[in-house]
């Protein structure tokens, strides 16, 4: 039976939502609905192509924009969840916590100090992937952030949005996974955990008390 050690969280769609502050964004920008759903298309919740997407904005405004401008505007629209930081750092005292996400260094830090995630998270437990040099599903970067704990791979269990770069991705590591789909549903998860959970595998121990599911398929989720 695995016990806990670590956990580790994915940024965008994870610690907050990122298409909700997207689409507040698009939503300021006085275009039609017809070219908002384009650009959010384009945008594919932050996976899609930034040049192209960059481009299809200078059209539609007359104006160019690059990932600097895009992030000093995206920031203004997100928001961290009420009660995030508590379930946090109820669980920062009994295990190791860290958040593993890709993308631009600068990028993902200015959206943490914005959100004030770094008070949560130090900075020698931000693992970025321009930083650390290998990006999600490449289990170089699991590997990488494993080490820095001082943890087992099987001691570590991953929150994230996506299934093929985070929850197939992590699993494939040797770490337990579970997916959410939004801060809210992130919520609902550590603190089915409950002030008694010990850190026993609540993936593999399917019946124990606050166990958390490999899937979502049937679960009701608050987003």
């Known amino acids: 039976m695995n016990h806990i050690r670590a956990m580790v969280f994915d940024l965008d769609q994870t610690l907050f939502d990122r298409q909700l502050a997207f689409d507040r964004w698009t939503d300021s920008l006085n275009v039609s ?4 759903t384009r650009l959010r298309t384009l945008d594919q919740n932050g996976s899609g192509d930034r040049l192209e997407l960059f481009a299809e904005y200078g059209s539609m405004k007359g104006e160019t924009i690059d990932q600097r401008g895009f992030v000093r505007a ?6 961290l969840h009420r009660g995030l930081v508590a379930s946090l750092q109820r669980l920062r005292e009994r295990f ?25 998270f130090s900075a020698d437990r931000i693992f970025v992937s321009q930083q650390i040099g290998f990006s999600k599903p490449d289990r170089r970067a699991f590997d990488r952030v494993a080490a820095a704990l001082d943890t087992p791979a099987h001691q570590c269990l991953y929150f994230g949005d996506r299934v093929d770069t985070d929850i197939t991705a992590a699993r494939k590591a040797g770490w337990m996974a579970c997916h959410v789909r939004c801060p809210a549903d992130l919520i609902v998860q550590v603190n089915s955990l ?24 049937g679960v009701a989720h608050p987003c």
Do not use: C, M, W, Y
Request: hydrophobic residues 35%.
């Open 33 to 36: 609905h017809r070219d908002r």
């Open 194 to 217: 409950g002030p008694n959970f010990d850190g026993v595998d609540p993936i593999k121990d399917s019946n124990a008390e606050g166990s958390l599911s490999r899937s979502t398929e």
């Open 96 to 120: 190791h916590l860290a958040v593993l996400t890709n993308g631009g260094t600068e990028t993902q830090h200015a959206k943490l100090r914005f959100l004030a995630l770094d008070q949560v």
């Open 74 to 79: 995206l920031v203004q629209f997100i928001e």
